[in-house]
């Protein structure tokens, strides 16, 4: 068992953030003792999965609804893995929309050095869109995709 301080400590989350959570009964089976909040294994996995959820852009009232299904049993595996396949989708395309950023701050990254070492952009104008270097090039174009 543990407490809610160490809890904190372990996830690098508020004392705050575990109370409120808490509060909005996403800890339906946490044991207290002499009313002091007492994490076991299952309330750690569990927050895990909810953080995965919050971070995959889930609210705190649709993780309270998965947690009651997780409490309903068996009837609502369906529920619970569709609930999944969104957020998988959902992140997939946050995935995505990161690369993009990324190719782009690549591609600036090169840009400017050259720029820099060239002391203009004119060279750099003459390459655009589609005569750079192979790699940046691909760079270029995710960026753009």
């Known amino acids: ?34 009313g002091i909040r007492r994490f076991s294994e299952y ?5 895990r999965v909810i953080e995965c959820l919050k971070k995959s852009g889930l609210k705190i009232k649709d993780i309270r609804r998965f947690i009651a299904w997780c409490e309903a049993g ?36 090169w840009y400017y050095e050259q720029a820099i070492a060239d002391g203009s952009e004119e060279r750099l104008d003459g390459m655009l869109p589609d005569k750079l270097p192979v790699e940046i090039q691909a760079l270029y174009d995710l960026a753009r995709s």
């Open 74 to 109: 068996p009837a609502t595996y369906e529920r619970r893995r569709e609930l999944f396949e969104s957020r998988k989708l959902a992140l997939e395309a946050q995935i995505r929309d990161l690369e993009k950023n990324l190719a782009m701050t690549k591609f600036k990254c």
């Open 43 to 47: 309330e750690l996995e569990l927050l």
């Open 1 to 34: 068992m543990y407490t809610i301080g160490q809890v904190s400590e372990m996830f690098g989350l508020p004392v705050s953030t575990l109370r409120y959570y808490d509060r909005e009964g996403l800890f339906p089976h946490m044991e207290r003792a002499s």
